[in-house]
């Protein structure tokens, strides 16, 4: 069953995920997703659970509190016109829940194909290396933004940071000297390896996530924005892990 609380005193990214964090270590509690600006979180639970129970999870940290948000209930005769506002609703958020990400993307690609011109033609080494700079820079940039929330959220379900926290700072580090790199061109085959085997691990955690259907958010973005775990991150780590491989294989 699924359960939408309200929830006083979270002010950032770190509030949120210290909260969802909490409320998940309770007994019978599968998932938590919490909108930080509603103040609200969407708890699944196995059986019903005392909102006492859940206000107890918190208790360590007096500024916040849990109280039951009441369902809003649809009549029968509304079903069907509920039913399609949901469907658009979700079409639309998803569109919007992912605009950074799609933004990021395209904005890489259009520098990267420029980049590639020259006066013997497009150069796909040249251009994959730089959209390779641009994704690792910028990622690692909006990581560092929020460093300590970035490594929260990525202990939620990276196989490595999930047993050692310091991995999420490393990490990030990681991706800023991978970009650094590519942008150098320094070192091309040492570095296409390790970004093949960085992101064969990253993947890893990702695809255990999105197989069980965790409502975890998604940490490539940092804790910056609110990007819900989902096969949008399988492809962006599949996308790295291919082009690097295949940088590999071009080299001379």
Not at 14 to 22: A, H, N, R, Y
């Amino acid at each position: 069953m699924t359960q939408t609380y309200n929830i006083t005193g979270m002010t950032c990214n770190g509030c949120l995920l210290k909260v969802q964090k909490l409320l998940q270590q309770v007994k019978g509690v599968n998932s938590v997703s919490i909108n930080l600006e509603k103040g609200e979180a969407v708890i699944d639970m196995q059986n019903a659970i005392a909102e006492e129970t859940l206000s107890s999870a918190l208790k360590d940290y007096p500024k916040y509190s849990i109280a039951e948000n009441k369902p809003v209930v649809v009549t029968a005769h509304h079903h069907n016109v509920a039913q399609i506002d949901i469907e658009e609703t979700e079409k639309k958020s998803w569109l919007m829940t992912y605009k950074p990400i799609l933004l990021i993307f395209v904005y890489i690609l259009v520098i990267s194909v420029i980049s590639a011109q020259s006066s013997r033609g497009f150069i796909l080494m040249t251009a994959m290396r730089i959209f390779m700079a641009g994704f690792f820079l910028i990622f690692s940039f909006f990581k560092m933004l929020d460093l300590d929330g970035f490594a929260e959220s990525y202990s939620m379900y990276d196989i490595i940071a999930k047993k050692i926290k310091s991995w999420g700072y490393i990490y990030a580090l990681i991706e800023m000297l991978i970009g650094i790199s590519y942008a150098l061109n320094f070192q091309p085959f040492i570095i296409n390896m390790v970004t093949v085997v960085i992101m064969t691990v990253s993947i890893v955690g990702v695809l255990k996530s999105v197989l069980n259907k965790s409502k975890i958010r998604c940490a490539c973005l940092g804790a910056v924005f609110n990007l819900p775990m989902s096969s949008v991150t399988i492809i962006e780590d599949a996308l790295m892990i291919i082009m690097s491989a295949t940088m590999l294989f071009l080299i001379k």
